[in-house]
Each structure stands twice: as C-alpha cells, then as structure tokens.
C-alpha cells in the first residue's frame, strides 16, 4: 500500500486544550477548559494546530463541516489570544511605520540568532539532516497554501506581486510543473521518511508547531494579513544562503540529487523572489493602506523570533547528544 493511502492515526492530547480539540473533532462538544496563566506551549500549539489543519487539507475521519464548527472557532479564537499576547511580549506588538522597504532589511541585517544551516553544513549528521527535515514537514508540505489566503484579502499592486511570488511556489517556473510542496515530499521519501501530511505530528515540538501555527495565524484572520506579507517578505528574502547549505550539507552526506533539489530550486527562484518581496508586494502594501505598515513589520519581527528559537531548539538538543524531538526517527 503506499504511503499516501495509508491512514494517519490521530495523535495523543498533551493537555486540556488538545484534549478538549480532539474531543470536539470526534463528536464530543463538552464545555471548553479555561486557559491556565501560563498554558503549556506543547498543548497550546497541538490544539491550534488542529484547528487550523481543519482549514487546509483537513484531518482523518474529520467531517469537512467541523471547519466553521461554531464551538470550535470560539475556542480556536481564545486559543490566538493567548498565542498573540505571548508574541506581543516577545516582538513587541505593531507600531506605525512608513519606510517598509527600508526597515524590512534593516530587521533581517540585524537578526542575530543562530545559523542552523551554517552548523549543518559544517557539522551536520543524516540523522541531524532527517530530524530537520520532519520538522520543516509541517510547514513544507503545504508550503506556500498559508500564504495564499492573502490573495483576495490585498489590494492590486500588492496582490500582483504576492501572486508572482505563489506561482513559482506552486511549479509555474518549474520545467515540470512540480510544486515545491512535491519536491519537499520527494525529499523525504529519499531520506526514508514518511511523507504523509502529519504522520509525525506526535513527535513535533512547540517550537515547531508554533512556526506552523504562525502563518496560519495570519493567513486566516484578515485583520493580520500585512503580517502575513511581512512573514512571506522575509522567507524570500533569509531563503537564497541557508537553502544553498542545506544542499550543500546533503551533498557532503551523500543524499542524491533527488534529496537535494528542493533546496537547489529554492536557490534560484528566491534570488528572484526577495526583490519581489519588498519592491512589488510589501512596498506597494504599505503605500496603498499606510496603517498596514506597523504590522508588516510586526510579522517580520514575528517570524525571525519564532525561527531564531526553533533553530536554538535544535542546536541545543545536537550539542547534547539528543534528539530534537519528542521522539526520535526511526533509522
């Protein structure tokens, strides 16, 4: 059978907050748990990322109508409060700004967390290489589809450039058409993975899933889709360097070119991507709805925080001799 066709088993609550998520999903609509003061980040982002799941390509044995679940939605509001409060205390929350093309490189020159392809390229395993690459499933599998509920929400100038910017995702500029989502999932089946939307949903931590659960964040609230654009403006403009290590790292562990190309395309179509980030799609967003600025930037801020700790999270657990997630990869 393969993989596809396989079902993925549902995974195990961490939490109140999952647990009520996975109850509402088969059938049950108790009343909701209160947030705790300090909720676990772990039970947090499960049960945010089940929410939004719902809204993309959905969940095993979950009925399509349990995506405007009324109880659900509620809960899933309450749930980005929280996630919202927690960034406004990181990042600081948006202030109004008017230079978004000259203050979006100055965030990126200024970013001093740590290079996780730097130390891959240089010091990297396979087995440090496969778990980078189960976390990043969450997100590439569905690359590009979270930015893309931004498409309706932008005005003109803006919309054009982030619809530029989409087609190369989904494989308009590939000679065959393949979606970057594709390429990821060919990456993972080279490297003995599974490549199934969310069949390693057990084992992903909160540092990961809070990456995930951010731009689906934005996607899906429209009072948040110029951080959305901020959030895109610097995938494509942090992409060209750490995409050419990431390959550069597989090549050194003998990965074919099969494991490689996803990084290699990522190469060449962001080199293009990241002008068109800041001169036709951020830019022309903060000229055409000014008060829009403020959070362009605040995503920027957002998604350099949330990578800078997922890339720590790693690195700290390859310096100790462990895994970096909450269980290992099968060899």
């Not at 395993?125 to 976390?135: I, K």
């Not at 590939?174 to 970057?180: F, T, W």
């Not at 995503?299 to 997630?325: C, K, N, P, T, Y």
Request: charged share 25%; with cysteine.
């Amino acid at each position: 059978m393969p993989s596809h066709a396989r079902p993925v088993r549902r995974p195990a609550a961490r939490g109140p907050l999952s647990a009520h998520v996975l109850a509402v999903l088969e059938g049950a609509h108790g009343p909701a748990p209160q947030i705790p003061r300090s909720p676990d980040p772990d039970d947090l982002h499960l049960a945010l990322h089940l929410c939004y799941e719902l809204h993309y390509g959905g969940l095993p044995g979950v009925p399509d109508d349990l995506e405007w679940d009324p109880h659900l939605i509620a809960f899933r509001r309450v749930l980005e409060r929280w996630f919202e409060a927690d960034l406004f205390d990181r990042v600081g929350p948006p202030v109004p700004s008017q230079d978004v093309r000259a203050a979006l490189p100055e965030l990126i020159r200024h970013d001093d967390g740590p290079s996780l392809s730097s130390w891959m390229v240089e010091h990297g395993t396979l087995t440090a290489m496969r778990e980078f690459v189960v976390h990043r499933s969450s997100y590439q599998l569905k690359e590009a589809d979270p930015h893309s509920f931004a498409i309706p929400r932008l005005p003109r100038a803006a919309k054009a450039g982030l619809v530029s910017i989409q087609a190369g995702e989904y494989g308009v500029e590939h000679p065959d058409h393949v979606m970057h989502s594709e390429l990821f999932a060919r990456t993972m089946r080279d490297l003995g993975l599974d490549d199934r939307p969310n069949a390693y949903l057990d084992q992903l931590p909160a540092t990961t899933l809070a990456n995930g659960n951010l731009v689906s964040m934005f996607g899906l609230n429209r009072r948040w889709r110029g951080a959305l654009v901020g959030h895109l403006s610097v995938f494509e403009m942090t992409s060209v360097e750490p995409m050419g290590r990431y390959s550069a790292a597989l090549e050194r562990m003998g990965a074919s070119p099969v494991a490689r190309r996803f990084y290699d395309v990522h190469v060449m179509a962001d080199a293009v991507h990241e002008v068109v980030a800041v001169e036709e799609m951020a830019g022309p967003l903060a000229d055409e709805e000014p008060e829009l600025a403020g959070d362009i930037l605040f995503g920027a801020r957002a998604v350099i925080a949330s990578e800078g700790a997922f890339a720590q999270h790693l690195l700290d657990a390859f310096a100790e001799g462990r895994s970096s997630l909450l269980e290992p990869v099968a060899a």
